[in-house]
Structures are given as C-alpha cells and as structure tokens.
C-alpha cells in the first residue's frame, strides 16, 4: 500500500516537473484542456492535464467549491525566481490571501449532470461553441456544485445555456 502512494507522488512529481508549469501557464493565458494537450511537444493524458488546469484554477480563486461567502479568501499561489551565494536559480513559493467576496460567481452542478445521465448533458452542451464545449468537457467537476468566476467565457456559456444568474 505504501509503495502504491510513493508511486503515485513520484509519478506526480515527474509529470509536474515535465509539463506541469507549461499547462498552467497555458492554462493562465485561456487554453482549453484539449488545446493544452495539443500544444504540447509530448504525449500528456487528458486526464493529467484536465487536473492541473483545475488546481490552477483552485489556486487562482477562478473556481471556488464553497459558496463565495462562505470562502472569504483564497490562497493566490506564485512562484518568485531568486538567485542564491554563488548564482544558483532557486523558486521560492508566495501565497497570499486574496478577498473573493467582491467577485460574481456563477454556480455550476456540471459535475452533476455528467455523471448521472452523460448523453442528455452531451446534447445540452451542443449549443455552445466548439471552444465554450471544450472548455466544460475538460475539467474534471466535482458531483456537487462548484463556482466558477463570473469572466467572459464563463458568461457567454451560461448565457447560451439559459443560466445567466451570478451568485
């Protein structure tokens, strides 16, 4: 058992190290999952990709899994390039707390919908855009309801989807 969970952390230290900050900068910058992994010079599961684009997104305070009154503060994650005694590069990790409360979020049960009848959410996604589907199908949502931030994206796929209300 032991060595099943020191597998897993290698693995996840060994793919971080590979792709990981190209898909969160990729990430920072719009990509979609599957335009991740299609920009990427390597071969990277979808699956990989899709959650470390979704613990960006966490970090970022871009989704929020409580209600965003009940999250006052998310911890905004950076990284700061120093140099040490005799030039080596080393990063050293900034968290700060930064307020959401006056942030509109949309809430979003697409978690939910996917997993208890997988076709009927495929055919209401059909009206979005190709990107805007994209986008949805690549995050892996939890079963309960999640928020997301009110940006421009997300207001044109709840706008399409008749959901226009902010929380």
Request: overall charge negative.
């Amino acid at each position: 058992m032991e060595n099943k969970y020191f597998n897993q952390a290698l693995s996840d230290f060994v793919n971080d190290v590979a792709y990981g900050g190209a898909v969160r900068h990729m990430a920072d910058l719009g990509y979609t999952v599957r335009q991740i992994v299609d920009a990427l010079d390597f071969p990277a599961p979808t699956a990989r990709v899709g959650a470390i684009v979704w613990r960006r997104y966490l970090e970022q305070g871009i989704i929020l899994l409580e209600r965003p009154e009940q999250s006052p503060a998310v911890r905004k994650v950076s990284y700061v390039k120093e140099y040490g005694k005799y030039g080596s590069v080393h990063f050293r990790q900034v968290v700060e707390e930064v307020e959401c409360t006056n942030k509109e979020y949309y809430p979003c049960d697409f978690g939910r919908k996917r997993y208890q009848d997988g076709g009927a959410f495929q055919k209401e996604l059909e009206c979005l855009e190709d990107g805007d589907r994209e986008y949805i199908l690549g995050l892996p949502w939890p079963l309960e309801t999640a928020y997301h931030i009110a940006d421009a994206r997300m207001g044109r796929i709840m706008g399409k989807l008749g959901r226009g209300q902010q929380e």
